[in-house]
């Protein structure tokens, strides 16, 4: 609606002033009589009636100029995903306003549990009890767990100890708003805001059933995971299934969407069913060195026994392998690591994490045996 200001000439014979009023829709203001001659300079006086559109526009409840951004760059992400979508900005806006930048989160994010050498992080998860549940996790949900197994052509115990290392299958999945952390992340973290900022307009990009719930009643871990499996949004959108059938995918309270997700990124980023994960090596006192280890295998595993390390059980020799030195409680350990740990590196890229998921599926699968053997 646009305002317009009116010159009116006062019914008076000996004195033809005009009269200036302002005009905005139904309102009417006569700026002469609001702005008397000895208030103001005539100057001021012929600016008044523009001061006062702002008055005026906000009693009649019409849309002002846009605020600042409760968080920098807000306003540009906004743009992008409603260009991308076609969501509002006014709803998209709304969500972003009640986020919070949370310290905590900043400071969590700077203190990481793979920051540790491998002697302290591996009793972190290599626990009785994180074995024992796993253990009976696995024959509580064995039907279900080999059934997806077997369709995703992922073994199922690991499967079972990515939940058990990400969330205690299920228990501890996150108190931080998935929008708090993704915010503060994104926008106030600079030495990853690229990255969050990615995740979270995935996630402001994501259908409503692919999620748990509202958006704005997410909750996760500090980096803005979610669900039993901890999810990034990017994975949501690329991996997470809809294994019910229901036209949701719910990682949150759904069992075999949890299950068949998991799988399902294994399988998508090349696991090979029955091959190797990891597996000690011995060097000898000749042993070639051979500089930082590579997530993706290397050489064949012949390659690596001529440089002078030797596998601790028969392996085929043609095997693409890495080299893999982690600081244990008795000294270094070697370890090869192959195809299969490298895929579960695309989950996390911490070769500790890795570890710790490929020996608690290991001790995991032991139990069920021992189980099923007292049966």
Do not use: C
Not at 64 to 70: C, F, S, V, Y
Not at 76 to 104: F, I, W
Not at 269 to 285: I, K, L, M, N
């Amino acid at each position: 609606m646009a305002a317009r200001v009116i010159l009116a000439i006062k019914d008076d014979r000996k004195n033809y002033s005009p009269k200036r009023m302002l005009r905005f829709g139904a309102a009417v203001i006569d700026v002469d009589q609001a702005m008397p001659e000895h208030s103001a300079s005539r100057r001021f006086r012929s600016l008044f009636p523009f001061l006062l559109l702002p008055i005026v526009a906000s009693s009649l409840g019409l849309a002002q100029p846009a605020l600042a951004d409760t968080h920098p760059g807000q306003a540009a992400l906004v743009s992008e995903v409603a260009r991308d979508t076609g969501k509002s900005p006014a709803a998209l806006n709304a969500l972003l306003d009640q986020a919070k930048m949370q310290q905590g989160i900043l400071d969590a994010i700077s203190r990481p549990a793979e920051a540790k050498p491998w002697s302290a992080y591996r009793p972190i998860f290599l626990t009785d009890k994180r074995i024992a549940d796993g253990v009976a996790f696995y024959r509580e949900h064995r039907e279900l767990l080999e059934r997806i197994g077997k369709q995703y052509g992922v073994a199922p115990q690991y499967i079972v100890a990515i939940l058990g290392v990400e969330t205690f299958y299920g228990r501890v999945t996150g108190k931080y708003k998935v929008l708090d952390a993704l915010v503060t992340l994104g926008f106030y973290y600079p030495p990853r805001a690229t990255y969050f900022r990615q995740q979270l307009k995935t996630l402001l990009e994501l259908p409503d059933n692919h999620l748990a719930g509202p958006l704005d009643t997410l909750t996760g871990s500090y980096a803005g995971a979610q669900g039993w499996g901890q999810f990034m949004p990017d994975s949501i959108r690329d991996y997470a299934v809809d294994a019910e059938g229901d036209s949701r995918i719910d990682l949150q309270n759904s069992l075999p969407d949890i299950l068949a997700s998991v799988a399902n990124y294994f399988a998508k980023h090349g696991w090979v069913d029955g091959g190797p994960v990891a597996a000690r090596a011995q060097p000898d006192g000749a042993a070639k060195p051979l500089g930082d280890w590579q997530a993706k295998p290397q050489w064949p595993l012949e390659q690596l026994e001529a440089w002078g390390y030797a596998p601790f059980q028969h392996l085929n020799p043609g095997e693409p392998t890495s080299l893999l030195m982690l600081d244990g409680l008795s000294g270094p350990e070697h370890w090869f690591t192959f195809n299969n740990f490298y895929v579960i590196t695309r989950y996390n890229r911490s070769p500790m994490y890795a570890m710790a998921v490929n020996q608690l599926a290991l001790a995991i699968m032991d139990g069920v045996r021992s189980a099923d053997r007292v049966q």
